[in-house]
């Protein structure tokens, strides 16, 4: 359907994409990923005839209707409601429905071209999904957090986030036979990813899809194009092979890059030592020349590794096992419409809680109260003993000045703890978010999107939470970013409450979750796949719309919640509940392990005789071997994966 043939784009001096060749098949399902900047976009704009190749040339076949969405989504009118803007998705589609309901008026006339003419009119209406168009949108709007009241507001009366939402609802609707869909989670919640997820996998067109999110990549690419330094490679395969291959693939890369710069450094070497000499001179220039051909055709590597980074973060400062605990809490921004609503829960030492929920719920505001920047209404909100909550807001990252250094960033608020002293010290600080000697001096301005989050949480951690409060702290990383960020949550000792709308992030950070919604608030002691399936119960039951406030757990005098025993005999149930299951997958995942590990040296073995070749080698068996023993490896660990991920939610809802 879609082919790039040696196509190249420049921006100024800048080589946005090199000779750039790949094809997009028919009804395929293509990821495209890779830092931020690297070309991404550029690429939908080509497609979309935005932007032109300064070499080379797209070819598109059949003519496919292409659906994708718009930066700045406005109305036709100041009063075009929701619903008459999301019907809009189709090309021509409301001049057809006009000229439709123009002949319907003339049938009575009985002229025969009027009724030929309505025929294939309407025969068009019904190919382009006229006559469910409507119900089509409405269902998009609700999946994506809309209220059928919201459906006759003007448009124009929504925020930005909730524009894009509209504009994302009416080009799924539209159906198209080529879906172009980048970063479509930006501006939605958990609950609303998980609905566009669900919706895509009964999308039948050609799908790509740029995103950082692996829980969509995952579940909905089968194919994976990844943009870096210039170049697009594609990978023959869903996300987890993209991941390994790659790795692969740049060992190689390196390799030969080491081998070309020792090779350009010894020609260096012979033409600074003779190129004086008489008797030389022919040789020395006929070298430079070689160097310059290297020159050319230098190995660049991918910027996921020379722009990688690190982020440790330190031990948290001691503090009282209860972190924060609030009880009845109100807010309201203009004192009549209440944001939040008899609001009550505890969280305690060590609890990486995640806080789930529709937009505009007050996820956000709630945030604020626990951060101590906005205070309650009604009803209380603690802060425990010796508790430093440590606040990255969405905002926080992006209104760091631009034209401020990393080190001036830093040192400012060095110089604002009062426990933290020494320029050694602060260089270590530095070092340990990643920032080295060649990065000091660089303006937040020219900063990646992953680097700015490692400033930021660098600002935070010189004040020494033990708390942190993280409001969407992945909208500005890539894969590597959030992979970077992800492991060192995971490592943190601290106590973590977190928004955010990557699920894969949500599953792999929190360990309980806590769940708001316009009836009230709710826990759930487990990670997001206990909260998941508990949820799944629940609406099977008809118990998930109203979930009633969910009280403080520990037991204070003159109440009636459960005493520490209490839980503790309540947990031992569980436990033993699901025991069975859990020795099932235990077997199940030191099965597959040893199988993982006994087919990995086999294929060990066979890789080696496939690179190092005697002269009886047999090519096509060897490389058949090789590709069977990664199937399997691959079916096995899938295997492994799900097992796991299973039992690890399990152990977690449990305490173990």
């Known amino acids: 359907m879609l082919d790039f043939k040696n196509i190249s784009v420049h921006y100024g001096l800048q080589d946005v994409l090199t000779d750039v060749s790949f094809r997009v098949n028919k009804y395929e399902r293509v990821g495209v990923v890779g830092p931020n900047g690297s070309g991404k976009s550029t690429l939908f704009k080509i497609i979309l005839g935005e932007t032109s190749a300064d070499h080379g040339e797209l070819v598109i076949e059949e003519k496919p209707r292409i659906g994708s969405t718009r930066q700045h989504p406005e109305p036709d009118t100041p009063e075009e409601t929701l619903l008459d803007y999301s019907m809009r998705g189709i090309p021509g589609f409301h001049e057809l429905e006009l000229r439709m309901r123009a002949l319907e008026e003339k049938l009575d006339s009985g002229d025969l071209n009027v009724l030929r003419e309505y025929g294939e009119v309407q025969t068009e209406f019904e190919h382009l999904g006229g006559y469910d168009l409507e119900t089509r949108v409405k269902v998009a709007l609700g999946g994506l957090g809309f209220t059928t009241d919201d459906f006759a507001k ?24 080529l879906l172009l869909l980048d970063e479509p989670s930006n501006y939605l919640d958990l609950p609303a990813v998980e609905w566009l997820q669900k919706y895509l996998k009964q999308y039948r067109g050609t799908l790509l899809l740029i995103s ?11 194919i994976i194009v990844e943009v870096d330094a210039g170049t697009c490679t594609r990978y023959e395969g869903n996300l987890d092979w993209y991941l390994k291959e790659r790795e692969v693939r740049y060992q190689h890369l390196l390799a030969a890059k080491e081998n070309q710069d020792h090779h350009r450094e010894q020609l260096q070497r012979f033409v600074d030592r003779f190129r004086a000499q008489a008797t030389k001179a022919a040789q020395a220039q006929s070298r430079q020349k070689l160097i310059d051909k290297i020159d050319e055709a230098r190995i660049v590597l991918p910027k996921r590794y020379t722009q990688s980074g690190r982020l440790r973060l330190a031990e948290p400062p001691p503090s009282g096992i209860e972190m924060f605990r609030c009880e009845n809490l109100f807010f309201s921004y203009d004192g009549v419409k209440n944001v939040l609503h008899d609001v009550s829960f505890n969280v305690t030492r060590g609890d990486k809680v995640a806080l789930i929920g529709y937009n505009g719920l007050g996820k956000s505001t709630l945030m604020r109260i626990v951060a101590g920047t906005r205070a309650p209404t009604g009803g209380k909100a603690v802060l425990g003993h010796n508790v430093v909550p440590g606040y990255l807001s969405q905002e926080l990252a992006e209104t760091i000045p631009p034209d401020l250094t990393v080190y001036r960033v830093a040192k400012a608020a060095w110089q604002g703890a009062t426990n933290l002293s020494g320029e050694k010290n602060f260089r270590n600080q530095l070092g340990a978010f990643g920032f080295d000697e060649n990065d000091v001096g660089k303006q937040v301005g020219v900063l990646s999107g992953g680097e700015k989050i490692r400033l930021a949480f660098l600002r935070l951690f010189l004040q020494a939470p033990n708390f942190l409060l993280l409001d969407e702290p992945t909208t500005h990383l890539d894969l590597d970013g959030r992979r970077l960020l992800q492991e060192a949550l995971q490592r943190y000792a601290g106590t973590i409450l977190l928004v955010s709308h990557d699920i894969e992030f949500v599953r792999a950070v929190a360990t309980s979750v806590l769940e708001i919604t316009r009836e009230g608030i709710r826990q759930f002691p487990g990670g997001y796949d206990y909260y998941s399936e508990k949820k799944a119960q629940m609406q099977a ?18 109440d009636t919640r459960p005493t520490s025993k209490e839980l503790r005999q309540q947990r031992a149930a569980e436990r033993a509940k699901v025991a069975p299951r859990v020795k099932e997958l235990k077997k199940k995942v030191a099965t597959c392990e040893k199988k993982i590990d006994e087919l990995q040296a086999e294929l060990d073995a066979a890789s080696a005789e496939l690179f190092s070749p005697t002269p009886t080698t047999d090519f096509a068996e060897a490389n058949r071997k090789v590709r069977t023993l990664q199937f399997e490896i691959d079916r096995y660990t899938a295997d492994w994966e799900k097992a796991a991920t299973e039992l690890e ?6 305490g173990a």
Do not use: C, I
């Open 649 to 654: 939610g399990l152990q977690l809802g449990q």
């Open 212 to 222: 950082h999110d692996r829980f969509l990549l995952r579940s909905l690419t089968e």
């Open 154 to 177: 003007p448009f124009a009366s929504f925020s930005g986030g909730w524009r894009m939402r509209a504009e994302l609802s009416r080009v799924l609707a539209s159906e198209p036979d």
């Open 541 to 558: 039951k008809g118990e998930g719309e109203k979930p009633k406030a969910a009280a403080p757990q520990p037991a204070t005098s003159g």
